[in-house]
T-cell receptor, first 111, second 118 residues
Framework: GENVEQHPSTLSVQEGDSAVIKCTYS??????FPWYKQELGKGPQLIID?????GEKKDQRIAVTLNKTAKHFSLHITETQPEDSAVYFC??????????FGTGTRLTIIP | GAVVSQHPSWVICKSGTSVKIECRSL??????MFWYRQFPKQSLMLMAT?????????EQGVEKDKFLINHASLTLSTLTVTSAHPEDSSFYIC??????????????FGPGTRLTVL
């Protein structure tokens, strides 16, 4: 089946440190892997994504790495700031038009 | 970037009434939109896929007669919660899928609609 696991469920890091969130998926046919940031009471915002023909993508303080052999991908946030505090969701496109979401990670940046 | 709006942002209604939520893609055309429901501290749960000019495709366990979806144009999809009950209270979020160009297959989300049924 189409399954996405996300860890950890909560993460607290000191401001300035790095945060890493990992997702694993079940189907090797997956080809699109976005990460979303959701602030309280708002809709998810796409922050970075990666496609299956690329191993790593970076956008300023945010990076995503993809290991297709192991079927996992990770979000890396460096030099964390208080405004990075939010819930982060990974998602996977299993070869169709729909996205399957992970269970979410509540990230808290400690000033 | 692609912008998706939702209206209303919040609504309170009495049990038994119907509520319509609109989802618009503001700067691109979307043949496919999605409707999600999110309960507190939970992930997004896909309810249905809205296809322009055709019937929506509902996920297993979602009642199509209760959650009516209409995708009448390339920029507008509506979700109507019919005969709402307190257990329908939730955060409803739509997304629109990009089907061409560099952003192919990306989904952009609306800001959500908080529905409270009394």
């Amino acid at each position: 089946g189409e399954n996405v696991e996300q860890h950890p469920s909560t993460l607290s890091v000191q401001e300035g440190d790095s945060a890493v969130i990992k997702c694993t998926y079940s189907d090797s046919a997956s080809n699109y892997f976005p990460w979303y940031k959701q602030e309280l009471g708002k809709g998810p915002q796409l922050i970075i994504d990666i496609r299956s023909n690329v191993g790593e993508k970076k956008d300023q303080r945010i990076a995503v790495t993809l290991n297709k052999t192991a079927k996992h991908f990770s979000l890396h946030i460096t030099e964390t700031q208080p405004e990075d505090s939010a819930v982060y969701f990974c998602a996977v496109n299993f070869g169709n038009e729909k996205l399957t979401f992970g269970t979410g990670t509540r990230l808290t940046i400690i000033p | 970037g692609a912008v998706v709006s939702q209206h209303p942002s919040w609504v309170i209604c009495k049990s038994g009434t119907s509520v319509k939520i609109e989802c618009r893609s503001l700067d691109f055309q979307a043949t496919t939109m999605f409707w999600y429901r999110q309960f507190p501290k939970q992930s997004l749960m896909l309810m249905a896929t809205s296809n322009e000019g055709s019937k929506a495709t509902y996920e297993q366990g979602v009642e199509k007669d209760k959650f009516l979806i209409n995708h009448a144009s390339l920029t507008l999809s509506t979700l109507t919660v019919t005969s709402a009950h307190p257990e329908d209270s939730s955060f409803y979020i739509c997304s629109a899928r990009v089907t061409s160009g560099r952003s192919y297959n990306e989904q952009f989300f609306g800001p959500g609609t908080r529905l409270t049924v009394l």
